[in-house]
């Protein structure tokens, strides 16, 4: 008996559930978990069609097309050039509100294919990274860094990217389909052993889902491995050399972008934006003790940037 049956027999009844008679698209890298999704779509729906947002010569482009192939499905690239990208971020800044340059270079995606599809229905792979543990950041670190990792990552997705994809899909008249998010899925996730679901190192990423795929008869969807989407689509190069083009830095290109269409992300009624990336767990950590002393990220950034301010005054530079 395959150890991960319950988990195999949820998934399949809750796409089986979602599809069963309808034209529906998936929004489709290619890899793993958008894979699985069209080959079970493509058993119970009535027509599946695979959409990937990119540039001609991108890694998802390619391997969707190839698995378009293997599956006999048609696949439609949703094209983005340096004529139509800034167009297109522009659009979906202004539909969902989000000027947040992380953010949007992987929702962009998303924002394409909805853009494109012709069926209402889009089912996408979104959510299999955060419950089966497929990012490099899990392996070899410690216990209570993977603790605060794995929260914070689907702290991120439900509160951030999921809010945001369903505002794209209201602006295009589409309905999304989460078939690793749904509740009944995301249940039997937690009734396995964590450890089946922690990765040891880079090749057991996501190895739940890979010998899922296997039982269901698609090994050949376990063996794939692709980028991130913003990389793997080449969007972000794209926007990358728009802003280089602009005279500009990747975010204040965006934010550029935010304002010709009026969006801004304030953290209060007034004040300048500070947007910068760093490490999830001196993130947490720091938070905690910030919440503890009753202040907030945005008092400590400020406090910082003037303690800075100060610093030069007294060595009177």
């Known amino acids: 008996m395959f150890r991960y049956a319950e988990l195999r027999d949820t998934l399949v009844s809750v796409i089986r559930t979602a599809v069963a008679g309808k034209d529906v698209a998936v929004a489709c890298s290619g890899g793993l978990d958008s894979g699985l999704v069209a080959a079970l779509a493509q058993r119970y729906a009535r027509s599946v069609h695979l959409y990937t947002c990119g540039t001609p010569d991108a890694c998802d482009?390619?391997?969707?097309?190839?698995?378009?192939?293997?599956?006999?499905?048609?696949?439609?690239?949703?094209?983005?050039?340096?004529?139509?990208?800034?167009?297109?971020?522009?659009?979906?800044?202004?539909?969902?509100?989000?000027?947040?340059?992380?953010?949007?270079?992987?929702?962009?995606?998303?924002?394409?294919?909805?853009?494109?599809?012709?069926?209402?229905?889009?089912?996408?792979?979104?959510?299999?990274?955060?419950?089966?543990?497929?990012?490099?950041?899990?392996?070899?670190?410690?216990?209570?860094?993977y603790g605060i990792?794995?929260?914070?990552?689907?702290?991120?997705?439900?509160?951030?990217?999921?809010?945001?994809?369903?505002?794209i899909a209201v602006h295009f008249g589409k309905t999304l389909v989460y078939p690793y998010l749904d509740p009944a899925v995301t249940a039997a996730v937690g009734r396995l052993d964590p450890a089946?679901?922690?990765?040891?190192?880079?090749d057991s990423r996501k190895r739940v889902l890979r010998?899922?795929?296997?039982?269901?008869?698609f090994p050949?969807?376990?063996?794939?491995?692709?980028?991130?989407?913003?990389?793997?689509?080449?969007?972000?190069?794209?926007?990358?050399?728009?802003?280089?083009a602009a005279g500009m830095q990747y975010n204040e290109y965006v934010a550029s972008l935010c304002a010709q269409v009026g969006v801004g992300i304030p953290d209060r009624e007034w004040g300048a934006?500070?947007?910068?990336?760093?490490?999830?767990?001196?993130?947490?950590?720091a938070e905690k003790i910030l919440r503890e002393r009753g202040t907030t990220p945005a008092a400590a950034?400020?406090?910082?940037?003037?303690?800075?301010?100060?610093?030069?005054?007294?060595?009177?530079?």
């Open 61 to 145: 482009v390619r391997t969707a097309q190839d698995l378009a192939a293997r599956l006999q499905l048609p696949h439609t690239r949703a094209a983005l050039t340096p004529e139509n990208t800034a167009a297109r971020l522009k659009e979906l800044i202004a539909a969902t509100g989000n000027g947040d340059p992380f953010t949007l270079s992987y929702e962009l995606q998303l924002f394409c294919v909805c853009r494109e599809a012709a069926e209402e229905i889009v089912l996408t792979g979104q959510g299999a990274d955060e419950y089966f543990m497929g990012c490099a950041k899990y392996v070899g670190c410690s216990d209570e860094e």
């Open 301 to 317: 950034v400020e406090g910082y940037y003037r303690s800075v301010i100060a610093s030069r005054r007294d060595h009177g530079q």
């Open 196 to 202: 089946d679901l922690r990765p040891v190192d880079l």
């Open 273 to 285: 934006l500070v947007i910068a990336r760093i490490d999830p767990v001196v993130k947490e950590q």
């Open 211 to 217: 010998e899922t795929a296997t039982d269901l008869g």
């Open 220 to 244: 050949f969807l376990a063996e794939r491995r692709k980028k991130s989407s913003q990389y793997g689509s080449g969007t972000t190069d794209l926007v990358r050399g728009l802003a280089k």
């Open 149 to 167: 990792l794995t929260k914070a990552s689907v702290d991120r997705l439900l509160q951030v990217s999921v809010p945001c994809e369903k505002q």
